[in-house]
């Protein structure tokens, strides 16, 4: 996949002229991160991350859904392969946080100005994502690549390797890949178990699942270790390591030749592991299948004999088409051809250098020489020796393969910068006159492909373009000088100097408060800062008067309360500053206040209202009788009993400052009268003018009375006679009180006065429900006593009252009695005290 250079970078350059983004610093190809040591090369966990990236203008790449927040690395190849492995968050104690992760690698061609994807062989488990790819240009810059799926960002751990690989192995013996040195080399496309699977009987491992056979001869002999390490961290890795003696022969392959094996399944044990091999450390020959106590994937180091053949089968039970890296130690060597070039510069550092190179391999049957981009002399195939200069300056690498007559092949570099010497490098620092607690920063221009060798006072050194040293104390001041190296170039040293490092200022001051809460109150703030020159006060407004003291000190008034916030500024003579803040609390003494009163005596049921006005920012605490207490300015209390009489407090508190007591005293709670009367003669009566009634008071716990007779006259007396002049229905009211105020009402009546007197008793009626004449009525008045007895024919009793107001409706015990004659009788007194009697007949009629 193809883009141009040219309109990436000028969209970038687009991209921050707005500034829209806090991106890290490789979030484009041009600020890919340079990755310089590739063999078997792994950052730490979680070292790098994606977090606040912005998408690449390029298309995504041909397996990604889509381009996610990606960011890039480079690395130059010095070799033919790479494998290169994104780890995210692989287990919920990973301290990678990425899901997800995508991976793809690019090269860029100078002479198109094009950026062209090189594909590789991917495969991906458990949010780790690997990528192989073969022929490299050795001495090309290639681009990596990362990004997620779904736009998720997070952090991850990038490992590259580039090697040189051996051949693709078999499945089988016969088909081994013949290892010529102990360089590191991943493996992928591990798959299937060739044509007989049973290889490895009579061993720990049994059938082969999907195997992978190597083969070498000891040229030195000596102790030798080696570790596999699964390209997905999840695989199960069992493998075999045999001894075939000088001849190397496959139909010796069998458990009496296998001296090392290890068939754990480490994946899936409580603690899990997944790497395995010949450890220094151990002391066991063999590991079980499973998970048997002790085992950790690593058995006891061999001791290789020299000349003899030995055959490594690594076999990945777990499948899924995945590989492994391998790496191994120890002082045993392999035999196959060596290579190594011998390099001599001629006027290095300036504008006539050139390079003399010759070959040292041994054991060798064909010799292949690259000498690099820009070289005089493109290639060879002789030992030489061969003078080359370059066109251009830069890193350059020479390549010398050695291949032997046993198929061995083996591929040595030679890395190094063509350079002028630099030019006396430029410094500067953030400060020359520190304070204490700062940081000095240095900094000199970029310089591509320079090292930089700072060095100062107190032993310090530094190999960052732009050292930061903190500024703890005086031992940062002095001479600080910088070189610059591009290769063996070497520039002059350029210094510069550091004059002062002034001891931390440090402001602080206290407050003391003078006659607290009163009105002249002020305030002493005294100074007790240090290391300072100079002192700057911020008293803020509503200062009323202020007084200079002893040791830069203040004493203060205000021109009110409230919150009033002090800063005091201390600084050295390099400005060096110290700033400290107090807030304080101006308060004044609330004035004693004055209680309201709703009334000045009480009885039960009334309710007791006190009140002081309200004032903002002043809170209030009432006490009083019985445990009360209440927070606000007016505060209503429902009399309910007598312990409610006494003194009542309040006092009034502004922040710390509280006023004196205010107080009020609340008599003690008088009863409620109890009003009651009855008359003479009672109510139940009919009456005609003038009538004199005799009202008998019965009231309790009463001093004075009213009396309202219902007709517009009253009077005060205790037990009062009232003559009614008027005709009409009348209701009586008397109102008992007590000495306090206390008060209390009862109505009586109906009292019926008519205006004649009279003595009707109807001969008839007919109680049938029309609504006429429905009722017997005894008109009979001035009787103070009555009584009437009614009978039938027979003489049996069907009627009788003592209230002349209740009439008979005809019945008996709540039935009609039949139409017919009736008889009556009335008793009574009159108002003269003279008994009468009526009697007489009535009909019943329906």
């Not at 899990?272 to 058995?299: H, I, R, W």
């Not at 200022?505 to 020159?533: G, L, R």
Request: hydrophobic share 35%.
């Amino acid at each position: 996949m193809r883009y141009s250079l040219i309109s990436f970078l000028l969209v970038l350059l687009n991209l921050n002229a707005f500034g829209k983004f806090a991106a890290p610093v490789n979030d484009e190809l041009i600020n890919a991160i340079n990755i310089t040591n590739t063999s078997a090369y792994c950052s730490i966990d979680a070292e790098f991350n994606n977090l606040e990236a912005t998408s690449s203008n390029y298309n995504k790449a041909l397996n990604w859904p889509a381009v996610g927040k990606d960011v890039w690395y480079k690395f130059t190849a010095t070799k033919f392969a790479v494998n290169i492995s994104v780890s995210g968050k692989i287990n919920n104690s990973s301290t990678g946080t990425l899901t997800d992760p995508l991976l793809a690698l690019y090269s860029y061609d100078a002479t198109t100005g094009l950026i062209t994807e090189q594909p590789g062989t991917q495969a991906q488990s458990n949010n780790v994502v690997s990528l192989y790819k073969g022929t490299l240009t050795v001495g090309q810059v290639y681009y990596i690549r990362v990004s997620a799926a779904n736009d998720v960002t997070g952090t991850f751990k990038l490992c590259i390797d580039n090697y040189f690989p051996p051949i693709q192995p078999g499945q089988d013996c016969g088909t081994f890949s013949v290892l010529c040195t102990k360089e590191t080399f991943t493996q992928l496309n591990v798959t299937g178990a060739g044509a007989n699977n049973h290889e490895s009987a009579g061993t720990c491992l049994g059938t082969e699942s999907n195997s992978a056979w190597y083969m070498f001869k000891a040229s030195k002999p000596g102790d030798f270790t080696f570790v596999i390490t699964p390209t997905v961290t999840s695989n199960d890795i069992d493998w075999i390591f045999y001894d075939l003696g000088v001849n190397g022969d496959c139909s010796k392959i069998s458990g009496a030749t296998a001296i090392r094996c290890a068939s754990g399944s480490g994946v899936e044990c409580t603690p899990s592991y997944y790497k395995t091999g010949l450890s220094m450390t151990e002391t066991d020959l063999t590991e079980a299948s499973g998970c048997p106590a002790g085992q950790n994937g690593f058995v006891k180091y061999v001791d290789l004999e020299q000349d003899h053949v030995y055959a490594l089968l690594i076999d990945n039970f777990s499948g899924g088409n995945n590989g492994f890296t391998l790496e191994f130690g120890g002082m045993a060597d392999f035999s196959g051809p060596t290579a190594e070039i011998d390099v001599k510069k001629l006027k290095p550092c300036t504008n006539n250098q050139a390079y003399i190179f010759e070959s040292k391999a041994s054991n060798f049957a064909t010799l292949k020489w690259s000498f690099g981009e820009g070289a005089s002399l493109a290639s060879a195939t002789t030992a030489g020796p061969f003078t080359v200069t370059y066109s251009t300056p830069g890193e350059k690498i020479v390549v010398l393969e050695a291949k032997g007559t046993n198929g061995c092949n083996v591929v040595t570099t030679q890395t190094f910068i063509v350079a002028n010497t630099p030019e006396k490098p430029a410094i500067s620092a953030s400060k020359i006159n520190l304070c204490q607690g700062d940081v000095l920063k240095l900094s000199t221009p970029f310089l591509n492909l320079a090292s930089y060798h700072w060095s100062g006072p107190n032993n310090f050194n530094s190999t960052s373009q732009n050292p930061e040293i903190p500024a703890s104390g005086p031992e940062v001041v002095g001479t600080y000088k910088l070189y610059v190296q591009v290769g063996d170039c070497i520039s002059e040293i350029n210094s510069l100097e550091i004059l002062s490092v002034d001891l931390k200022p440090e402001a602080m001051f206290s407050i003391e408060v003078n006659n607290k809460c009163e009105t002249d109150q002020s305030f002493s703030f005294i100074n007790a800062s240090k290391n300072y020159k100079k002192l700057t006060w911020d008293l803020g407004p509503g200062i009323k008067s202020q007084i200079a003291s002893s040791n830069d000190s203040k004493i203060l008034t205000f021109t009110e309360p409230g919150l009033k916030t002090i800063t005091l500024t201390v600084e050295t003579n390099n400005g060096c500053l110290s700033t400290f803040t107090k807030d304080i609390l101006v308060e004044v003494k609330p004035q004693k206040p004055e209680i309201s009163i709703n009334q000045p005596a009480f009885c039960l049921k009334d309710i007791i209202k006190l009140s002081v006005p309200a004032q903002e920012g002043i809170t209030y605490a009432w006490s009083g009788p019985n445990n009360y207490s209440a927070t606000t300015n007016a505060i209503e209390i429902p009399v309910t009993d007598f312990k409610l009489a006494g003194t009542y407090q309040i006092v009034l508190t502004a922040g710390s400052c509280s006023s004196d007591p205010a107080t009020v005293v609340i008599p003690a709670i008088a009863k409620i009268p109890a009003a009651n009367f009855y008359t003479e003669p009672s109510f139940n009566v009919k009456f005609s003018i003038p009538v004199p009634i005799t009202f008998i008071n019965t009231s309790l716990d009463a001093d004075f009375y009213e009396w309202r007779f219902g007709d517009g006259f009253t009077s005060s007396e205790q037990n009062p006679t009232h003559i009614y002049q008027t005709d009409g229905v009348f209701r009586i009211t008397l109102t008992a009180f007590s000495k306090n105020g206390c008060s209390n009402a009862i109505t009586q009546g109906d009292l019926m006065i008519k205006k004649n007197t009279s003595t009707f008793v109807p001969n008839a009626f007919s109680p049938n429900g029309d609504g006429i004449n429905d009722e017997w009525v005894i008109g009979v008045t001035n009787l103070k006593k009555y009584r009437i007895q009614i009978y039938n024919r027979l003489g049996t009793l069907v009627f009788s009252t003592n209230n002349i107001f209740e009439n008979w409706k005809g019945t008996f015990k709540g039935n009609d009695l039949p139409v017919g004659v009736y008889y009556y009788v009335i008793f009574g007194t009159n108002l003269s005290n003279t008994i009468i009697k009526y009697s007489g007949s009535i009909t019943l009629m329906r």
